[in-house]
Structure formats: structure tokens, C-alpha cells
């Protein structure tokens, strides 16, 4: 495609919807990283507080529990952002007749 060319509108939704899925991604990352940190620093400081700097029980635990919340926190992400998502239904007209 030369510059003179004008991209189709299924190309311009194409690009739309992939760049709303890399938003959706990228959020999803960064409150992943976000609670493994609170659970790590968390836990350190559990640590401290109780005496157990030897064997860190309460860093484990914490780092542990936050794995499936951090996995329940993607998927509520990902659900939220492709429900927003939602193609018109002149959109939808069109991409039938484009197949």
C-alpha cells in the first residue's frame, strides 16, 4: 500500500480492535507485576514484624495466594476490555459480505 492509498475500513477496525487488545494486555501485566510486588513487600515486612526473617513463612504465603488473583485479575481484565469491544451491527453487515 503506497501513501496515496487509503486503508479499507476493516483495516482501520483491524487496527483499532488490535491496538484495544494491547492496551487490554498491557493493563493486565502491569497489575499482575503490581500485586506480586505488594505480596512480596508485604510478606518482607510480615517477616520483620513477626521474626521469621529466617525462613521468610509469610513472604512464601503471601507470594503464593497471589497467583490466583493476579490469574483472576487477567481474566476480569481481558473480559472487561473485549466487552467493550462490541461491533456494530452495520459493522458486522460488512465484515459478512467481506467473507
Avoid at 54 to 63: A, G, K, S
Avoid at 77 to 91: E, F, G, I
Wanted: aromatic share 10%; with cysteine.
Amino acid at each position: 500500500m503506497t501513501r496515496s492509498e487509503k486503508p479499507s475500513k476493516t483495516d482501520r477496525k483491524r487496527y483499532t480492535f488490535n491496538m484495544a487488545l494491547v492496551g487490554a494486555t498491557s493493563l493486565a501485566g502491569f497489575l499482575t507485576v503490581l500485586i506480586l510486588f505488594i505480596a512480596l513487600f508485604a510478606g518482607l515486612w510480615l517477616d520483620n514484624q513477626m521474626a521469621t526473617t529466617e525462613n521468610h513463612i509469610f513472604t512464601i504465603i503471601l507470594l503464593c495466594v497471589s497467583v490466583p488473583i493476579t490469574l483472576l485479575t487477567m481474566l476480569w481484565v481481558v473480559r472487561w476490555a473485549t466487552s467493550r469491544l462490541k461491533p456494530s451491527v452495520q459493522d458486522e453487515a460488512e465484515l459478512e459480505e467481506d467473507a
